[in-house]
């Protein structure tokens, strides 16, 4: 079975600062990966996807994420954070040997000091 | 916009009583889970549910069941709750191919005493 490793618990950071947060997964075949939000009181909800194509893929609120096939790493990018962006963040991975299984990981608690 | 709704936002039960949690998705998605969510741990699958009446265990299906009688209802069901079960769970659809994102819900605080 495939594992996430996310290696920051918790990142605390002042505004404009710019992030990046780690993730791993475990599984040597094609993969589709994702990060996921989860701000304070709000529903999870996706960031950024990456299917085929681009390594370098761009979401919502300018983050970004590469991909590094040979690394199996996805780590999250943002340049410069905002307050608003205190949130924990999820990577997530589908194998696909998994069919319609995701496997996440451990989750990074995100403190931006204003 | 695809909503998934479920039942109760904060629940408390007692040890040893049957618990259903609820969640119901509007957008005919064939996919459905259950999740668990705890500090540290991140998102646990429970069980999920590809189509109506078919259901297949997850990472961590020891102490629950499920019941999926029609497409847009999925019920998690913990037939007699522990303090173990304490957490938050969220309930997630998908459509049938893999080409979107899971939609999730927004998730039921369960506490059992």
């Known amino acids: 079975a495939q594992s996430v490793s996310q290696h920051n618990h918790h990142v605390i950071l002042s505004e404009a600062a710019s992030l990046e947060l780690g993730c791993n997964y475990s599984y040597g075949g094609t993969v589709n990966l994702f990060w996921y939000v989860q701000y304070p009181g709000q529903h999870l909800q996706l960031l950024l996807k990456?299917?085929?194509?681009?390594?370098l893929v761009k979401g919502i609120k300018g983050f970004e994420a590469e991909f590094i096939k040979s690394k199996f790493s996805f780590n999250l990018r943002k340049p410069s954070v905002q307050w608003s962006d205190t949130a924990e963040y999820f990577c997530a991975v589908n194998a696909n040997n998994a069919g319609n299984m995701l496997t996440f990981g451990g989750g990074t608690r995100l403190m931006v000091k204003p | 916009d695809v909503k998934v709704t479920q039942s109760s936002r904060y629940l408390v039960k007692r040890t040893g009583e049957k618990v259903f949690l609820e969640c119901v998705q509007d957008m005919d998605h064939e996919n459905m889970f259950w999740y668990r969510q705890d500090p540290g741990l991140g998102l646990r699958l429970i069980y999920f549910?590809?189509?109506?009446?078919?259901?297949e265990k997850g990472d961590i299906p020891e102490g629950y069941s499920v019941s999926r009688e029609k497409k847009e209802r999925f019920s998690l069901i913990l037939e007699s709750a522990s303090t173990n079960q304490t957490s938050m769970y969220l309930c997630?659809?998908?459509?049938?191919?893999?080409?979107?994102?899971?939609?999730f819900g927004p998730g039921t605080r369960l506490t059992v005493l």
């Open positions: 549910s590809y189509d109506v009446k078919m259901k």
């Open positions: 990456y299917f085929s194509g681009d390594p």
């Open positions: 997630a659809s998908l459509p049938a191919e893999f080409t979107d994102t899971q939609y």
